[in-house]
Every structure is written in C-alpha cells, then in structure tokens.
C-alpha cells in the first residue's frame, strides 16, 4: 500500500509537471513554427515572449543544475520524451546517411565559411545525406540553410545569404527575422535535416533552418547524440572550445569502435586546422604513433572532396 505522505508526494510531482512551461510526454521534435511560436518576426520585442524564451526563462529561474526534485524530473522527462521522438525520426531515415557538421556559433552569415558550408549541406542534402547540427547560429545554422535550400541553384543561395546579410551575427537584431524571410521566400517541404540545440545555452537563438529539432536541456547528453547519430561520417569546421571538444570525443568513439565501426573525420580548413589551432597535425601523429586507432582523416579546403569523401564512405560501408 501506498503511505500517504508518499501519496503527497506523487500527487505533489503530478501536479508539477503539468504546470511547466513545456510538455513531459511530447511525442514528435520541435519545429521552429513550435519552438518560436507566438514570435512575430515584424515585432523584435515579441521573441521574449515565444515558447523557446518562456522555457528558457523558467530554465534560468531555476537555476541551469537546479536543485528542485520535480523540476530535475519534468527536464528529465522531456529530454527522455525528445530522445523518444529521435528514434522515430531515423525509423524512417537511414542512419548511415546522416552527416554532421560541427563549427563556430560566432561565425558571421557574411563569412566566405559560412556560404562554403552551405552549399555543401546543399549538396550532400542533394546526394541523400541527413545533415545534423547542434542547431544553434553560425556554422550551425549554415549547415541547416544548405538542406533547406536542397534542390534550389546556387542563385538562391546567394539571394538568401543577401536576405541574412543585414544582421550578420546572432548578437543583432533581425538576425531571426531575417533567417523567417528566406522561409518564406523558398517554402519547401521535400528534404528534412536534424539539429540538436539546448537549453543551456538559451542565449543563442536555435536556428530556424531544421525542420525536426531535439532541444534538450542537458548538454552533456546532446553532445553525445550529435557525436553518436554522425553514422557517415562528421565535418569540422573553424571553431574554438565546443569544436575541440567535440574533436576528441569523436575521435574516442572511432578508436575504441564504440558502436562497431569508424565514420570519417574531415577537416574543412587548411590554414586553421593546421597553423592557427594545428589539431589535425596532432591526430596524425597520435595515429602515427599508434595512439589512436581507426581514425579516418581528411584535411582539404574543397567542398567537393568532402563530399565526395563521404559519399564514397556510405556507398562502401
């Protein structure tokens, strides 16, 4: 039988959840229509007020590692719930042919990277990869637009990139506004990508370009769904502290075969990878010296032989 004061404490822990500013038991991902609902990208002022904002606000309230027992549980809960919907998204798409590709959130929408990385989502979108991205702005957001444009010539690309151009950096204003113009300018509804943004660092806008994005609050758990979902292989891009991270723990899961195989680690940038933050000199010499195993590395400044690299991995695996 059920103690009373543990009664209390289950009808306590029922009424929580239900008073959150998000749903515990979602069934399917966000889109950004969802995520930004409430947001009117003609009115800079209404963004407080969407639902990303509302949850990221009570996120705060409650501290980013809170110490109230039912809020622990209703984010645990969510999370659980989005990792659900996850695994509903790759019964439906191949896993072998998802790509991801990881990079700065600082770098602008004007930056020649940020259009090489677009049309390289583009393209790769176009050959039947699943692109995946920590959903957030900068390099994040390029690999998103580069899906959503999948099909379109590369006269679209540039037109869009002209529409982002007036709010280069997340940190102005129109950056959102400008991202839901292109929306509406290129409608499509043909080819899908994933993102996996989070709620700890809510002060960066998600980007709108995913149509299935896994928001999730615990960061520990996103970086190892962005790492483990890359089955083709992943793309790194200049970045700083999170790329680098993201770097070795890859490389990590290839040299253990964690989940049975090895999936392509390429380099997109030269001079960076190699003078201005040399890890690719360093991951050569550890698997040289045989201190890392299974690494697949590729350096190259060419979108074309990153794609061709991981086109060539998928049809091979």
Same mark, same amino acid.
């Given at each position: 039988?059920?103690?009373?004061?543990?009664?209390?404490?289950?009808?306590?822990?029922?009424?929580?959840?239900?008073?959150?500013?998000?749903?515990?038991?979602?069934?399917?991902?966000?889109?950004?229509?969802?995520?930004?609902?409430?947001?009117?990208?003609?009115?800079?002022?209404?963004?407080?007020?969407?639902?990303?904002?509302?949850?990221?606000?009570?996120?705060?309230?409650?501290?980013?590692?809170?110490?109230?027992?039912?809020?622990?549980?209703?984010?645990?809960?969510?999370?659980?719930?989005?990792?659900?919907?996850?695994?509903?998204?790759?019964?439906?798409?191949?896993?072998?042919?998802?790509?991801?590709?990881?990079?700065?959130?600082?770098?602008?929408?004007?930056?020649?990277?940020?259009?090489?990385?677009?049309?390289?989502?583009?393209?790769?979108?176009?050959?039947?990869?699943?692109? @995946?991205? %920590?959903?957030? &702005?900068?390099?994040?957001? *390029? +690999? $998103?637009?580069?899906?959503?444009?999948?099909?379109?010539?590369?006269?679209?690309?540039?037109?869009?990139?002209?529409?982002?151009?007036?709010?280069?950096?997340?940190?102005?204003?129109?950056?959102?506004?400008?991202?839901?113009?292109?929306?509406?300018?290129?409608?499509?509804?043909?080819?899908?990508?994933?993102?996996?943004?989070?709620? @700890?660092? %809510?002060?960066? &806008?998600?980007?709108?370009? *995913? +149509? $299935?994005?896994?928001?999730?609050?615990?960061?520990?758990?996103?970086?190892?769904?962005?790492?483990?979902?890359?089955?083709?292989?992943?793309?790194?891009?200049?970045?700083?502290?999170?790329?680098?991270?993201?770097?070795?723990?890859?490389?990590?899961?290839?040299?253990?075969?964690?989940?049975?195989?090895?999936?392509?680690?390429?380099? @997109?940038?030269?001079?960076?990878?190699?003078?201005?933050?040399?890890?690719?000199?360093?991951?050569?010499?550890?698997?040289?010296?045989?201190?890392?195993?299974?690494?697949?590395?590729?350096?190259?400044?060419?979108?074309?032989?990153?794609?061709?690299?991981?086109?060539?991995?998928?049809?091979?695996?």
């Amino acid at each position: 039988m059920i103690r009373q004061a543990e009664y209390q404490h289950v009808t306590t822990l029922i009424d929580y959840l239900r008073e959150v500013p998000y749903d515990v038991n979602r069934e399917t991902l966000y889109t950004a229509q969802e995520l930004y609902g409430g947001y009117d990208p003609h009115d800079q002022t209404s963004y407080a007020s969407c639902y990303d904002q509302r949850v990221y606000a009570h996120y705060l309230s409650l501290g980013k590692q809170t110490t109230r027992m039912e809020e622990s549980m209703a984010r645990t809960l969510h999370d659980h719930a989005i990792h659900s919907a996850m695994e509903r998204f790759f019964a439906t798409h191949d896993s072998r042919c998802c790509v991801g590709i990881m990079g700065g959130h600082a770098l602008l929408r004007t930056d020649r990277m940020y259009r090489e990385i677009v049309l390289l989502s583009k393209r790769l979108t176009e050959k039947g990869c699943y692109m @995946l991205s %920590g959903g957030g &702005p900068g390099a994040m957001e *390029a +690999t $998103h637009l580069g899906a959503w444009l999948a099909g379109q010539d590369e006269t679209a690309v540039d037109d869009a990139l002209a529409i982002l151009a007036p709010a280069p950096s997340f940190r102005e204003a129109g950056w959102m506004s400008t991202a839901f113009s292109v929306l509406e300018k290129y409608p499509q509804t043909t080819y899908h990508s994933l993102s996996i943004p989070t709620w @700890l660092y %809510g002060h960066e &806008p998600s980007t709108v370009f *995913a +149509t $299935h994005i896994a928001k999730l609050f615990e960061n520990s758990l996103r970086e190892d769904r962005l790492l483990t979902l890359s089955y083709g292989g992943i793309v790194y891009t200049p970045g700083s502290a999170g790329t680098i991270q993201e770097i070795f723990q890859e490389a990590v899961q290839n040299h253990y075969l964690s989940f049975g195989f090895s999936s392509p680690m390429i380099f @997109l940038g030269e001079d960076f990878w190699t003078k201005e933050l040399p890890i690719y000199p360093l991951l050569q010499q550890l698997a040289n010296t045989g201190m890392y195993k299974n690494l697949l590395l590729t350096l190259t400044d060419d979108i074309g032989t990153v794609a061709e690299e991981l086109i060539n991995y998928q049809l091979h695996a």
